[in-house]
Structure formats: C-alpha cells, structure tokens
C-alpha cells in the first residue's frame, strides 16, 4: 500500500476528506523521520501541534462553558485538564490506531514511539491543527467533539483524573500560598529520543521526580510523584 493509499485510509477512520492531503502527512511525520530525511521537504508536525492544541483548548472551553452553565472557573478548568492532558489524548490516538501511520526515525521506531504516550497525544494534536488549516474552525470541532466524546463524558462525570499538576497545585494551595516550581534538572539523548528529567519543588523542597519522553510528561509524572506523598 502506498503513502498515498495509506492516508486515504486514515481519512476514513476520522471522518473527514482533506482538500490537502499533504496536511495530514505532515501532521503524521514526526521530527525523527523529518531529521532522518532532510533531502525531502523536512516538514513535521510540531508547528501543527503548537496550532491543534490552542484549537482543542478553545473548542473544550467552549464545550464545557455552554454545558455546564451551573459549574465555576475552577471546575470548569479542572474538567478541561483531564480532558486535554496527554494520557487523554493518547489514548485517543491509540483507539484510532493513529500509531500505525506515523512516520517516525529509526530510533524512535525501535523504542517502541508509536506507542510513546507523548508521541500519540502530539499527532493527536497536530492532526487537530491539519484539519482546521484545511476545512476550518467547524470541522475540527466537529473532529474533536466526536473523537473525545467518551472522555468528555467521563470527564465531566468524574471517572477521570489525570491532570496531576492541577491536583497538586489545589492541595498545595488549600494549606498554603506558596508557589509550586518546575525545574527541568536534565536533558539525556538525542533530539528524537531525548528524557526530560523534573523535579517539582516548593522553594528548595523538592516534593517529587518525574521523567518523560516531553517536559509536559516528565512534569506530570513529578506531580504524581508529590501526589502520592501528599495525600
């Protein structure tokens, strides 16, 4: 089958036809595969992570703030977090099987990245971001509501919780006002397989340690980490 081929298939499983189909390429390549192959046009989708992410973000709101018309800014953003953190998206992808047509490295190949939580929850994303470049705001909404549909309910429902850093910061805050840090300690790999390692810190107190595949993993992880000690 070819690449071709391939991406009409996609097309089926999410609902939607690309005007530009090369939109959606992109939003599969990851910056391994664009590193590997800088001969071709050296595109990935980070640029349509960073636009498919606001695109989420704005639609959840959106969603939630016409819905839930009894619920305050705190549960609303609470409801929000769990619904657009990584392990959400992931998920997501995983059920669409979205890990089988990623472009990836060959070192990200071999560790195992069409499986990498981080990895899923960005095509995720930059999938999101290709299909408001190509048909606009109504279709990625469109795009977003049915795909998450499940988890939203849940979300809402509160079957889910898996904003760490949200719930750290409210037990932190309703025992003092003092401000939770995230530090980066260190950076280990290549670009395409680097670790993030956190510490997540109140002053000199370190509270937990995280790593990940994204500073956004590693960060939760280290306030997972802080949770367990917590409470």
């Keep these: 089958m070819d690449r071709q081929e391939v991406l009409k298939e996609l097309t089926e499983k999410i609902g939607y036809t690309f005007k530009d189909i090369a939109l959606l390429n992109e939003a599969l390549t990851h910056s391994s595969y664009a590193n590997e192959n800088k001969k071709r046009n050296g595109k990935h989708n980070e640029r349509l992570e960073f636009l498919g992410d606001a695109v989420l973000s704005i639609v959840i709101s959106d969603y939630l703030y016409n819905r839930l018309y009894t619920l305050q800014e705190g549960e609303l953003t609470k409801i929000r977090a769990s619904i657009v953190c990584e392990p959400s998206l992931a998920n997501c992808s995983r059920l669409m099987n979205f890990g089988k047509y990623l472009l990836l490295g060959k070192g990200e190949e071999v560790t195992g990245g069409r499986e990498r939580v981080s ?3 960005d095509t995720f994303e930059a999938i999101i971001g290709a299909i408001y470049l190509d048909g606009g705001l109504s279709k990625a909404k469109e795009f977003i509501l049915n795909s998450l549909k499940m988890t939203i309910e849940d979300a809402i429902e509160g ?10 910061q409210e037990i932190i805050q309703s025992v003092n006002d003092d401000k939770i840090n995230y530090e980066v300690i260190d950076e280990i790999g290549p670009d395409h397989n680097k670790v993030f390692y956190v510490h997540v810190k109140i002053g000199n107190k370190v509270l937990g340690k995280g790593s990940g595949k994204s500073k956004k993993e590693a960060e939760q992880n280290a306030a997972k980490e802080a949770l367990n000690k917590v409470m």
């Design 159 to 168: 079957k889910i919780f898996k904003d760490y850093k949200t719930h750290l």
């Design 119 to 121: 990895i899923l929850a």
